[in-house]
């Protein structure tokens, strides 16, 4: 359920702010939304794993809270997240 190196790599040159960047929101939250999507992948298949909805619960509350905060500091870098990642407002 956790992503492998490489996952996380290409996640982070595509949503980089430069060459460096490793915890800019937009990183944090598109890798959060990868890790969202494989934890929902297992809870379709494992339904009583309560741990597992623990962890998905915690993790969706991060990125709100992150989304949040991009929202707030830059509306441009808020929409083009949400757009390239297929998220609702």
């Known amino acids: 359920m956790a992503l492998t190196t490489e996952e996380k790599k290409e996640i982070i040159t595509k949503y980089a702010q430069d060459k460096d960047d490793t915890g800019s929101p ?4 598109a890798i959060l939304s990868k890790e969202i999507e494989k934890l929902q992948g297992h809870l379709t298949e494992n339904k009583h794993d309560s741990p597992a ?3 998905i619960l915690s993790k ?3 990125r709100r809270r992150l ?3 991009i929202s707030a500091h830059s509306p441009e ?3 083009a997240i949400i757009k390239s990642l297929g998220l609702k407002k």
């Open 77 to 79: 870098r808020y929409a």
């Open 60 to 62: 969706i509350s991060k």
């Open 53 to 55: 909805k623990r962890g």
């Open 67 to 69: 989304l949040r905060y």
């Open 26 to 29: 937009e990183v944090q939250i």
